[in-house]
T-cell receptor, first 115, second 112 residues
Framework: DAGVIQSPRHEVTEMGQEVTLRCKPI?????LFWYRQTMMRGLELLIY????????DSGMPEDRFSAKMPNASFSTLKIQPSEPRDSAVYFCASSFRTSSTDTQYFGPGTRLTVL | ELKVEQNPLFLSMQEGKNYTIYCNYSTTSDRLYWYRQDPGKSLESLFV?????AVKQEGRLMASLDTKARLSTLHITAAVHDLSATYFCAVDISNQGGKLIFGQGTELSVKP
């Protein structure tokens, strides 16, 4: 299994530009999560989906952030317009949610730098 | 306020020694996770603890959960350098829905 795939791995952009991060979950998994990691705030859950449906987006910091999951094998996290404080590592994770176990498997992350 | 607090945040150990990392949380939950993160890398799942009294062991690491005390521990036995990493606990606050709140992480350094 290839694991969770994220692209790009690194992104450097200028303030005000649109940024799109992509995620392919593990095949067969039915839940997908987007996290952000910074030194100041640690690991934060931004949004998660079950069966392609957004369940909780209370962690999305502002309206500048949006996420979609058009099908079971693809999700995007978009920031428009980007700001320097959005600089962070963004992780996507997926799981197969059952009553007994739902370990989240993390992708390699996208390191975003907004200048 | 929901809190997941780890103690200590930094831990420097000598090889061969034992130590315990503590994870306290402020809300009811019966599902707790431990992850490992190497510098510049992603998170790797170590343990899933699903009920009160659950204990799991893998190699030199053993994790336990006391849901009544809202406490989980990660015990390290006879530490080796390869265990150097940051360890996170995370609590499911959504009744098994998958919404995890992570602790701050414990940065472990094992020295010869």
């Amino acid at each position: 299994d290839a694991g969770v795939i994220q692209s790009p791995r690194h992104e450097v952009t200028e303030m005000g530009q649109e940024v799109t991060l992509r995620c392919k979950p593990i095949s067969g998994h039915n839940s997908l999560f987007w996290y952000r990691q910074t030194m100041m705030r640690g690991l934060e859950l931004l949004i998660y989906f079950n069966n392609n449906v957004p369940i909780d987006d209370s962690g999305m910091p502002e309206d500048r952030f949006s996420a979609k999951m058009p099908n079971a094998s693809f999700s995007t996290l978009k920031i428009q317009p980007s700001e320097p404080r959005d600089s962070a590592v963004y992780f996507c994770a997926s799981s197969f949610r059952t009553s007994s176990t739902d370990t989240q498997y993390f992708g390699p992350g996208t390191r975003l730098t907004v200048l | 306020e929901l809190k997941v607090e780890q103690n200590p945040l930094f831990l420097s150990m000598q090889e061969g020694k034992n130590y315990t990392i503590y994870c306290n949380y402020s809300t009811t939950s019966d599902r707790l996770y431990w992850y490992r993160q190497d510098p510049g890398k992603s998170l790797e799942s170590l343990f899933v603890l699903l009920s009160n009294g659950a204990v799991k062991q893998e190699g030199r690491l053993m994790a336990s959960l006391d849901t009544k005390a809202r406490l989980s521990t990660l015990h390290i036995t006879a530490a080796v350098h390869d265990l150097s990493a940051t360890y996170f606990c995370a609590v499911d606050i959504s009744n098994q829905g998958g919404k995890l709140i992570f602790g701050q992480g414990t940065e472990l350094s094992v020295k010869p």
